[in-house]
C-alpha cells in the first residue's frame, strides 16, 4: 500500500467534486435543470473520497485527524456528505450549491499544496472521546457552512447575472429564517464538541479546560455564533446585515479550527 495509490483516489473524488460544483453552478446561474446530476456527482465523489480516506487510515493505521493534509481531506468529506444529505432532501438549498463548492474548491486547492506525509500519532489521541469530538465538529462546520451558502445568495441577489438566476429562489426573509436554523444547528453541536473535548483534556492531560490558545479561540467561536443567534432574535435584523453576521462567525470558526492549531504548540497539535 502506497501513498500514491492514495493520490490518485483521491484526485479522481477531487475531480468528481469539480465536476459537481461545475454543473451545480451552471444549473443554477443559467437554470438548467441538472439537480439530479449534481447530487449523483457528488455522490460518486463521497464514495470515491472515502475510498480514499480508507486507505490512508488502514495503511497508517489512525484516522485522517493528525495533519494539515488529513484534517482538509476528511473535512472537505464531512462538508460534502452534510451539504450532500441537505441537497437530498431540500429543494430550496439546492441553489446554494453554486455558492458552497466555490468553498470547498478553495479548500482542495489547499489541500493539493499541503504535505500527504505521516503525521505523529500521540498516545493522547487512543480514546473514543476523540473521535466524538471530532465528529460533533463536523456537524457543526457542515451547518455554518450551508448557513453560510444561503448568506452569499442573499448578498449577491442583487447582483447581476444572479438577479435572474435567483428568481426561482425563495425571498430574503425566508433564507435568513433557513440560515439561522442552520446557525442554531451549529451552535447545539459547537457547545456538544466544546463538552466531549473538555472530558477529553481530562483523560488525555488531567485538566478539563486550559485556556489554551485553541481552547480560547473555540470559545470566542462559541459566544460570536451565540451572540450572532441572540442578535437576530433581539433586534430583528434586516436580511442584508444578518448574512454579514453569518459569514463573520464563519471566518472566525474558519480561522480558529484551520489556523490555530498549526501557529501554535498546544496538546491538540499532538505536542504532549
Request: proline residues 5%; contains cysteine; charged residues 10%.
Amino acid at each position: 500500500m502506497t501513498v500514491e495509490i492514495e493520490l490518485m483516489i483521491l484526485w479522481g473524488a477531487l475531480v468528481i467534486y469539480v465536476i459537481a460544483g461545475s454543473a451545480a453552478i451552471v444549473s443554477t446561474l443559467f437554470r438548467y435543470d441538472l439537480e439530479d446530476l449534481v447530487l449523483g456527482l457528488m455522490v460518486a465523489g463521497l464514495l470515491t473520497h472515502t475510498a480514499a480516506l480508507g486507505y490512508r487510515w488502514i495503511r497508517l493505521e489512525h484516522g485522517p485527524f493528525l495533519t494539515m493534509f488529513e484534517i482538509l481531506s476528511s473535512n472537505i468529506w464531512s462538508l460534502t456528505l452534510f451539504f450532500s444529505l441537505c441537497y437530498w432532501r431540500s429543494r430550496a438549498i439546492r441553489p446554494v450549491a453554486a455558492f458552497i463548492m466555490p468553498v470547498l474548491f478553495l479548500m482542495m486547492g489547499w489541500l493539493l499544496l499541503t504535505n500527504p506525509g505521516k503525521g505523529f500519532f500521540p498516545p493522547t489521541y487512543d480514546t473514543v472521546w476523540l473521535y466524538i469530538h471530532i465528529g460533533f465538529g463536523k456537524v457543526f462546520m457542515g451547518g455554518l457552512l450551508v448557513a453560510v451558502g444561503l448568506s452569499l445568495i442573499i448578498l449577491l441577489r442583487p447582483l447581476h447575472p444572479f438577479n435572474e438566476a435567483m428568481q426561482r429562489v425563495p425571498g430574503n426573509q425566508s433564507l435568513t429564517e433557513l440560515a439561522y436554523r442552520f446557525m442554531a444547528l451549529a451552535l447545539v453541536f459547537h457547545t456538544l464538541m466544546l463538552v466531549a473535548g473538555a472530558i477529553w483534556a481530562q483523560d488525555a492531560w488531567g485538566r478539563y479546560w486550559d485556556w489554551d490558545p485553541l481552547e480560547t479561540w473555540s470559545f470566542l467561536s462559541w459566544l460570536f455564533l451565540a451572540l450572532s443567534l441572540h442578535a437576530r432574535v433581539t433586534w430583528r435584523m434586516a436580511p442584508q446585515p444578518a448574512a454579514v453576521m453569518v459569514i463573520a462567525v464563519f471566518v472566525v470558526a474558519f480561522l480558529t479550527f484551520y489556523g490555530v492549531p498549526f501557529v501554535s504548540m498546544v496538546p491538540h497539535q499532538g505536542a504532549v
